[in-house]
């Protein structure tokens, strides 16, 4: 008989989801700033990006208070202790998006494609586990025009034009911790990185001898961020029990250069270039604090709810000041599974309901702007052979604008998502 030995068998694996995380990475940097087509990402560093998989997605961005041993949950660090001590997890996610803006008058419509997140998860020990991976923080990317025209005034014609691009990226590494029985906390340690840019494009298209001007602003963060993350499990009996989380983000300053260049030209052709300023100005993310609960039934059901608040009336953007309004998010959803055991694809199919209410951060004429609510429904479908699940959800988000000709968005976003989860570490036994 053979001696025992131990045999890894990660080491190929590992390798492969190596390169599988790269060509994610790159292929998400390169997609990151084409995936919004929205006015209000005019404002501030744009659409926010929450912190959420694809089986939370399908229940409304849930998941502060979910503990899910199958899939990686990047919503809430203390979460990563709820996996097997035996299984790898790689999880990412893709989102396909049609948006409708109108202001009651015009309408258009836009199609966007973008990688969410890739993550991956994986145990140091009995009681710690830890998740590497990187998702979007924010997103830019917009084209708005105005023109006036004064027929009584010969060339009185001009049009002024405002785009955007960019965003922000954040990519992470974060450890949680069994700390005593039924108590886990985490934390996740962030670089964040990007650039935006705003420009302002002033034209008169009848006047060939008139300065066309043009005005961009550049902001380009390197940076850290860290964040914080607790759960509770409170077992009722064998089969019920229900968990409490929390999130933590302290307000943090972002580390970044910025430029604002004003240039003149005649007929397309820049003459001038005036006005470069290359400085560090003031940008911050906010105090953000959340509460979630989950209930849970003999491992086939859940519902549960988050609560966010993200304090963006206390930052500085730009060396300027209450810019923005607080933002809120509340969301509720439920999974169910039809069985644990046996037989029949559909038994073991777990389908999803979400739904949230948002309160965005975008201020206008000293007040909030819009308000946001959605709905979502899902499925997770085991992949054969395999622990592994494809989620498959569908989402409809009201952007609503406050004011009577302000801008109201219907989008609806379908997401694709594969977890790998795989026993890879275990002893094996040679004769």
Not at 42 to 49: I, T
Not at 174 to 199: E, P, R
Not at 343 to 358: P, Q, W
Request: overall charge neutral.
């Amino acid at each position: 008989m053979h001696p025992y030995f131990i045999e890894f068998e990660m080491k190929i694996r590992l390798g492969q989801i190596i390169g599988l995380l790269l060509l994610v990475f790159f292929s998400g940097a390169l997609n990151a700033q084409n995936n919004t087509n929205s006015p209000y990402t005019r404002y501030g560093y744009g659409a926010l990006a929450d912190p959420i998989s694809s089986n939370s997605r399908a229940m409304g961005g849930m998941g502060i208070g979910l503990r899910d041993r199958y899939h990686v949950n990047i919503s809430n660090p203390a979460s990563y202790t709820a996996m097997d001590s035996l299984t790898f997890l790689f999880d990412g996610g893709v989102t396909l998006q049609n948006t409708n803006f109108s202001d009651g008058t015009y309408k258009l419509n836009a199609k966007n494609t973008s990688v969410n997140y890739f993550a991956m998860q994986f145990r140091l020990g009995k009681h710690t586990a830890m998740s590497i991976g990187m998702n979007p923080y924010s997103n830019v990317g917009y084209s708005l025009s105005q023109v006036y025209d004064d027929p009584t005034v010969a060339d009185n014609y001009s049009s002024l034009t405002f785009s955007g691009d960019g965003g922000l990226h954040q990519l992470y590494a974060g450890l949680g911790i069994n700390f005593v029985k039924n108590l886990s906390i985490g934390a996740n340690f962030s670089y964040i990185w990007g650039d935006i840019t705003h420009q302002a494009v002033q034209a008169f298209p009848r006047n060939t001898s008139a300065l066309a001007i043009t005005n961009t602003e550049n902001v380009d963060v390197r940076s850290f961020k860290y964040d914080f993350g607790l759960q509770y499990v409170h077992r009722i009996n064998s089969k019920n029990s229900v968990v409490i989380g929390a999130v933590f983000a302290p307000k943090q300053k972002l580390s970044n250069d910025a430029s604002e260049t004003t240039a003149l030209g005649v007929s397309g052709a820049v003459t001038e270039s005036v006005n470069v300023n290359d400085t560090i100005v003031t940008c911050e993310i906010p105090t953000t604090i959340g509460l979630g609960a989950t209930y849970v039934y003999d491992e086939r059901f859940i519902a549960g709810f988050d609560v966010l608040l993200q304090q963006w009336s206390k930052v500085n953007f730009m060396n300027g000041k209450d810019l923005f309004c607080d933002r809120v998010k509340v969301s509720v959803g439920a999974e169910y599974l039809p069985a644990l055991y046996g037989s029949g694809f559909f038994n073991h199919v777990k389908y999803r309901v979400g739904a949230f209410y948002s309160l965005p951060y975008y201020k206008l004429e000293g007040s909030r702007a819009a308000k946001e609510y959605g709905v979502s429904l899902g499925v997770g479908m085991p992949v054969a052979r395999s622990n592994s699940i494809i989620n498959v959800s569908g989402q409809f988000i009201r952007l609503q604008g406050q004011g009577a000709s302000r801008l109201s968005e219907n989008t609806f976003q379908l997401t694709v998502g594969l977890t790998f989860n795989e026993t890879w570490f275990f002893k094996r036994k040679i004769n």
